[in-house]
């Protein structure tokens, strides 16, 4: 006679409904044979799906029906379908918001860090699956390794929770040369889903070198200096070698090259920075190890560090000493300096030669004095041959 009326849904969780609907008699069914379906449409995966479903709670007092396996926070559309052998009749249309559930995750490839030596800028975006409206973010960080041995990774982890229109927080205060791991999950009413962990490295920062009040040396003479090297402080990476450069100081420069150059990372030896119309050589290196505590070194002893020259200086040139430390790790390479020592030129002229001229000097006197001998043994040898010829003409002369 018609078809199921006061349909209802009397309970509503994130994946399911269930419906009840007034019970039939005879004087509506018309027959003892009869059945009832649900129909209903809801989204899924970003299409529309249609489903039917038999009820079986059909002569109950209260009869009621569960649909099941419903996506949460979508809107479904549902009637009830009674059939006979005669014909159909439906109920109205009922449309039904299914309840809010926990997030899915957020998605992995989404995640982006751009590091830098203490801070990493984080970036995501929303679940895919939301399931409802998103509330907040709660992003839980710790540092899990580290380059430099020293770092203790226990004191360096926290939690920021951010609102849903929030997907980027700056993290600061983090050491350098580190690996923080992130772990960023959203939340509904319903609770937090399941978390989405990424992993990112800070960039190593430059050694922290030692103060060095004074410039002046521990000693002077026309051609050494000698200084004290001072360990360094590692920032993100062990320390894997100390450099010991000499700067020729030349007239009119502006500034100092330590300054244009931001310490001086191009090795140069003694040898080749006349050839490169350097001002600046490497005039020792030497291993971390070796400098694990405060040593003194004597600029120009004229002794070979690391296949470095440490050449003597030259007493009527003026020169400033730095000391710098460098840290590799990761592909990066920092290096800090400092000025340890200046040397003035001598006053007095200087009888002495540059080294790089000094065996050219040698050469020279050498074929000087090659030259002289040679003039000797041929004079030597005229004079020989002429005494012989006179001997020989007297002794025809007496015969």
Not at 212 to 217: F, G
Not at 234 to 252: F, M, N, W
Not at 364 to 378: M, N, Q, R, S
């Amino acid at each position: 006679m018609h078809g199921p009326r006061k349909l209802q849904v009397v309970d509503i969780k994130s994946r399911q409904i269930t419906l009840r609907w007034e019970p039939f008699g005879y004087n509506v069914t018309r027959c003892h044979s009869y059945n009832l379906t649900v129909q209903y449409r809801y989204q899924a995966a970003g299409k529309e799906e249609t489903r039917e479903e038999l009820c079986y709670d059909t002569l109950s007092t209260t009869p009621q029906h569960t649909i099941r396996n419903l996506s949460p926070y979508s809107n479904v559309s549902v009637r009830l379908v009674l059939h006979n052998r005669e014909g159909v009749k439906e109920s109205e249309e009922l449309g039904v918001l299914t309840d809010e559930d926990v997030p899915g995750p957020v998605p992995l490839e989404s995640i982006h860090g751009s590091t830098h030596e203490e801070k990493i800028d984080l970036k995501w975006q929303e679940p895919v699956q939301t399931y409802g409206i998103i509330k907040q973010y709660e992003i839980f960080y710790k540092a899990v390794s580290s380059f430099d041995t020293v770092f203790n990774l226990t004191n360096q982890s926290g939690k920021v929770l951010k609102f849903s229109n929030e997907t980027s927080h700056t993290f600061e205060g983090l050491y350098p040369g580190s690996t923080y791991s992130f772990t960023i999950k959203a939340s509904t009413i319903k609770g937090f889903g399941p978390p989405a962990i990424a992993q990112f490295t800070t960039k190593i920062s430059a050694p922290l070198m030692p103060p060095y009040d004074k410039e002046t040396p521990l000693n002077q003479t026309d051609s050494t200096v000698t200084v004290l090297l001072k360990p360094a402080q590692s920032r993100g990476a062990p320390i894997s070698l100390y450099q010991v450069v000499v700067l020729e100081e030349r007239p009119r420069r502006a500034r100092r090259a330590a300054e244009i150059l931001g310490c001086y990372p191009v090795p140069i030896h003694f040898q080749n920075a006349s050839l490169l119309t350097s001002q600046y050589y490497f005039t020792a290196e030497f291993p971390a190890s070796h400098i694990q505590t405060s040593k003194t070194f004597t600029i120009g002893d004229n002794k070979t560090y690391n296949g470095y020259w440490n050449a003597p200086l030259l007493p009527h040139k003026s020169y400033t000493v730095y000391y710098q430390a460098v840290s590799t790790a990761n592909g990066e390479t920092k290096i800090d300096c400092v000025r340890v020592a200046t040397k003035g030129a001598a006053t007095h002229k200087p009888d002495e030669v540059e080294p790089e001229k000094q065996s050219d000097h040698t050469v020279k006197i050498a074929g000087v004095i090659a030259g002289i001998l040679l003039f000797i043994i041929i004079f030597l040898g005229v004079v020989l041959v002429m005494k012989k010829r006179r001997t020989y003409h007297s002794y025809t002369y007496y015969l």
